[in-house]
C-alpha cells in the first residue's frame, strides 16, 4: 500500500461518489418503490447485495489485468465500493482467507464482525444516553 496525498484524494473521492449513490439507492427503493416494511430494511440488503457484485466484479477485472492502475483500483474499490457497502470489503477479505485455506480465520472474522459489531453498536448507544442524560 502507498500512502500519498494523490491515493487518498482517489480514494475520498470514490468514497464521497459511493455515499452518494448508497443514499440514492436507498431513497429510490424507499420512496420510488415504497418498500419501507420496518421489520426488514430491505434497501440496506439490497445495496450491501449490490456493493458485494461491484466489488466481485472490479477485483476480478483487476485480476485479471483490464483494471491496472492502483490509483483507479483503490478509487473503486476501497472507495466506491467502500462508501457504497463496507460489506463489499468485508465479502472480499473473507472471500481471500477461504481461497488462501483460512477457513478458521475467516470463520472468527465472520463471528467477530458480527458479534463485535452488534455489541460496540450497544456501547455506543449506551455512551450516547449517558451523554444525553449529562452522566458522562
Do not use: D
Not at 470514490?14 to 436507498?26: D, E, N, P
Amino acid at each position: 500500500m502507498v500512502l500519498s496525498i494523490k491515493t487518498l484524494l482517489c480514494v475520498g473521492c470514490g468514497c464521497f461518489a459511493g455515499g452518494v449513490l448508497r443514499y440514492l439507492t436507498s431513497w429510490f427503493i424507499c420512496n420510488k418503490w415504497g418498500i419501507t416494511l420496518p421489520n426488514m430494511p430491505w434497501h440496506t440488503l439490497a445495496i450491501n447485495f449490490v456493493g458485494c457484485l461491484f466489488m466481485g466484479v472490479f477485483c476480478g477485472l483487476a485480476a485479471g489485468g483490464l483494471i491496472t492502475s492502483p490509483n483507479l483500483r483503490l478509487a473503486v474499490t476501497a472507495g466506491l465500493c467502500g462508501g457504497y457497502s463496507t460489506l463489499a470489503a468485508f465479502a472480499y477479505e473473507n472471500t481471500v482467507m477461504l481461497r488462501a485455506g483460512s477457513y478458521l480465520t475467516s470463520s472468527a472474522y465472520i463471528a467477530a464482525t458480527l458479534l463485535g459489531s452488534l455489541v460496540f453498536f450497544v456501547i455506543g448507544s449506551a455512551g450516547a444516553n449517558l451523554i444525553l442524560r449529562g452522566q458522562l
